[in-house]
């Protein structure tokens, strides 16, 4: 088996584990355009052409995405790149992403949706979205300013923990 076999094999295991991961997915999305997805079809195939993603996109950011609703595969193709570039600008990283491909030929189902959650919270704290992000809330750094004098106490000090365990020995 090949490792992107084997690596597909795992997501979509881990997404059938987590039953609500592509739910709050969809309800989320409902809840940023304000109109319900087609309750017939699973969320993959709403997203399919891209339209609902671009719509996200435009309700989200500060530019909107132009997009068309066709039936010709090019047309879906672009506005899938279009909500991807738009993801890439507010900043969610390259491992959160999905290609093109994952979406329109259903080839990787759990990256797209991870990359939804991930949108949701670099949307929150990027842009101070309004719906609340799914999964746990972003890491913010903060710096640590340490003075000459407890940098210098830091460098007389002995750090137990690299000798091991010496207590009982005496």
């Known amino acids: 088996m090949s490792l ?3 690596l597909r094999k795992k997501m979509e295991e881990k997404a059938r584990s987590n039953p609500t991961f592509e739910l709050d997915a969809r309800n989320w999305i409902e809840d940023v355009i304000n109109e319900k997805l087609d309750s017939t079809k699973d969320l ?5 052409d891209g339209v609902i993603l671009c719509k996200v996109a435009n309700a989200i950011g500060p530019c909107q995405i132009r997009y068309k609703a066709s039936n010709m595969p090019f047309v879906k193709m672009e506005n899938i790149a279009a ?3 738009f993801v890439q600008k507010l900043g969610v990283p390259n491992y959160d992403l999905f290609q093109t491909i994952d979406l329109y030929e259903r080839k990787n189902t759990y990256q797209v949706i991870q990359c939804i959650h991930s949108l949701s919270r670099y949307a929150v704290q990027n842009l101070g979205f309004h719906v609340p992000a799914l ?3 972003l890491a ?6 340490f003075t000459e004098k407890q940098l210098n106490e830091a460098k007389n000090m002995t ?5 091991g365990y010496v207590a009982g020995l005496n």
């Open 135 to 137: 999964g746990p809330k």
């Open 4 to 6: 992107d076999r084997s």
């Open 83 to 85: 909500f991807l570039e």
């Open 44 to 48: 993959i195939d709403n997203l399919h």
């Open 140 to 145: 913010t750094s903060r710096k640590i300013h």
């Open 159 to 163: 750090n137990t923990r690299q000798y």
